[in-house]
């Protein structure tokens, strides 16, 4: 079990730890570093056990204040997923009806006919002029 050395408010430590978490260990021991400059900076020199425990507190409060974020995304999460499964099992929608006007053929023979006529007058008239 290797034994890491970390430094908390300018104070040196001697901790153990799992083999591997060594990483973690000097994560902590940074977060919680960081704490107790906060109140260096504020208070000044306290005393060993009260400088951890104001520090090990001002973590607490922060790791508070994400769990209550964390739990309101997740309970956001949980009402867009049940939204989302209510909306698959809904099936698909009805085919909407959509009627499209047909033009009567007796209307379509009619315009051919007089579109033919049309043509005619035309070619007679440029037969009179040319």
């Known amino acids: 079990m290797p034994e890491v050395t970390i430094t908390i408010g300018g104070r040196q430590f001697a901790v153990a730890c799992q083999d591997g978490e ?22 000044g020199r306290l005393p060993e056990a009260r400088m951890l425990l104001m520090a090990g507190l001002m973590l607490a409060d922060k790791t508070a204040s994400v769990e209550d974020r964390v739990r309101a995304v997740e309970s956001t999460l949980a009402e867009r997923d049940a ?3 209510g909306l698959r099992n809904m099936g698909a929608p009805e085919p909407e009806r959509i009627e499209v006007p047909v033009v009567p053929d007796s209307v379509t023979e009619t315009l051919a006919e007089l579109a033919a006529r049309a043509e ?3 070619a007679e008239i440029e037969e009179k002029a040319g």
């Open 120 to 122: 005619a007058v035309a």
């Open 22 to 43: 060594e990483h973690y260990l000097h994560t902590a021991a940074k977060m919680l570093d960081d704490e107790a400059q906060v109140l260096a900076d504020q208070v």
């Open 83 to 85: 939204e989302l499964e």
